[in-house]
C-alpha cells in the first residue's frame, strides 16, 4: 500500500486510529497479514508526480 503525501514539510505519516477507528483496525489487521506499507513524500506540479523520499509510518492509537 502506497501513501503518496504531497506536502514536503511532513516528516511521517500517522494512522489515526481515533478519526477513523474502522480504517485504524483494517489497517492492523492488513499489517498482521503481511500487507507492506509505505509512505512517500512527493514534490506534485502540473508535469507530474515526484518521489523525493520514504517517510516513516507512525500506527498510533488512541490509548498511545
Known amino acids: 500500500m ?3 503525501i504531497q506536502r514536503e514539510d511532513c516528516l ?3 494512522i489515526c486510529h481515533d478519526l477513523d477507528p474502522t480504517y ?8 498482521k ?3 507492506e506499507f509505505y509512505a ?3 514534490h506534485v506540479n502540473i508535469e507530474g508526480i515526484f518521489s523525493i523520499h520514504r517517510v516513516e ?4 492509537k488512541s490509548n498511545d
Open 2 to 4: 502506497f501513501y503518496i
Open 12 to 14: 511521517s505519516y500517522t
Open 24 to 31: 485504524g483496525r483494517k489497517f492492523d489487521l492488513a499489517l
Open 33 to 35: 497479514s503481511g500487507v
Open 40 to 42: 512517500l513524500k512527493c
Open 57 to 60: 509510518i507512525e500506527n498510533r
